[in-house]
T-cell receptor, first 113, second 114 residues
Framework: DAGITQSPRHKVTETGTPVTLRCHQT?????MYWYRQDPGHGLRLIHY???????DKGEVSDGYSVSRSKTEDFLLTLESATSSQTSVYFC????????????FGPGTRLLVL | SQKIEQNSEALNIQEGKTATLTCNYT??????LQWYRQDPGRGPVFLLL?????KEKRKERLKVTFDTTLKQSLFHITASQPADSATYLC?????????????FGRGTQLTVWP
């Protein structure tokens, strides 16, 4: 599992509430990614990071922000949760063997009421 | 527009047969293509990677082919077993993209029945 954990694993929240999801890795990987997965859409990239304090937007970044103050932690924040952000969120790291593969965390299931 | 299409949303086959899953792409120039397996409630797991200059890659009962002219990859599971039942995702890294960004298809749900 490449030492990736996500917390919380499940969360129910109300519309308008800020929510922060955490991804933690233990193997000092430089590149980290946040995806959301929805029926009919597959995996879509929200944000990614190429180092501490270095982040960039993916294809569905509106309403989300990220931070990476330490190599091992990549935080995803829903600034004001909406029902359209109900989804399963996966964190991933870029592996090196073979180069280019990604290793995923177990996911966080978020329900916004 | 750019697309990655996995031709079947669902594929049902009998145990022992060969499952063949298809991934087609449009308006990408992939350096390589990857296949992942995803079980319900879990994150995707990497299976195989094939580079643009490779025609075929094998790993145990799995085989991947990559045809850059047809813009297509085929994923085969030979002697399929019920334990192979899962969703299979194809993904590619486009030459023009940065920082290891992968683009995923929506997946094919494979069911192998006894």
């Amino acid at each position: 599992d490449a030492g990736i954990t996500q917390s919380p694993r499940h969360k129910v929240t109300e519309t308008g509430t800020p929510v922060t999801l955490r991804c933690h890795q233990t193997e000092n990987h430089r590149y980290m990614y946040w995806y959301r997965q929805d029926p009919g859409h597959g995996l879509r990239l929200i944000h990614y990071s190429y180092g501490v304090k270095d982040t960039d937007k993916g294809e569905v970044s509106d309403g989300y922000s990220v931070s990476r103050s330490k190599t091992e932690d990549f935080l995803l924040t829903l600034e004001s949760a909406t029902s359209s952000q109900t989804s399963v969120y996966f964190c991933a790291i870029r592996g090196t063997s073979p180069s280019g593969t990604q290793y995923f965390g177990p996911g966080t299931r978020l329900l916004v009421l | 527009s750019q697309k990655i299409e996995q031709n079947s949303e669902a594929l049902n086959i009998q145990e022992g047969k060969t499952a063949t899953l298809t991934c087609n792409y449009t308006n990408y120039s992939p350096a390589y293509l990857q296949w992942y397996r995803q079980d319900p409630g879990r994150g995707p797991v990497f299976l195989l990677l094939i580079r643009e200059n490779e025609k075929e890659k094998r790993k145990e009962r799995l085989k991947v082919t990559f045809d850059t002219t047809l813009k297509q990859s085929l994923f085969h599971i030979t002697a399929s077993q019920p334990a192979d039942s899962a969703t299979y995702l194809c993904a590619l890294e486009d030459r023009g993209s940065t920082l290891g960004r992968l683009y995923f298809g929506r997946g094919t749900q494979l069911t192998v029945w006894p």
